[in-house]
């Protein structure tokens, strides 16, 4: 079964190579991307479908998605920042060309995501507090502050 990261991975290959089109909303409670569907990212891993929907009702629940009926799946302003910095560690070079040029840096600035939030250019996992593990510390308890 994926976890959430493998989710939000997937979602990015989607929308960066297959469909070469991300669809971002802007407000004044944050920046939200929308996602692909349930079954679109079933058939893209290569999963039944039953398998992607408890993964998704834990992202939801975990406050990183909402799904709205007949609207569709996006992210949170939290699950925007974990996409975002994904993003950036991962898919920089074809963000820039989907996007345009200086538009995932903006995204970025809006959503709050630093540079820090990566290490080496690797995306790190919040522990448990909100923080990221990092090899390379800045933080007494081992992780790269907020």
Known sequence: MPDQDEIFDAALRILLFADRCVTVSISPGGVSIRLPTTRRLAEYLQVPH???LPVF???E???LIRRVERVGISTTPEGTTRLLTMTAAA???AAEEVLGE???AELLKR?????DKTVNGEYRHPTP????QSPV???EDGTVPD
């Not at 507090?129 to 990221?132: A, C, E, I, M, R």
């Open 129 to 132: 507090h909100g923080k990221l």
């Open 102 to 104: 200086g538009i995932l």
């Open 50 to 52: 039953y398998y992607v």
């Open 91 to 93: 898919y920089p070079g």
């Open 61 to 63: 629940r975990d406050g």
């Open 137 to 139: 510390s800045d933080g």
């Open 57 to 59: 009702a834990a992202m």
């Open 111 to 115: 959503a709050a995501v630093r540079p």
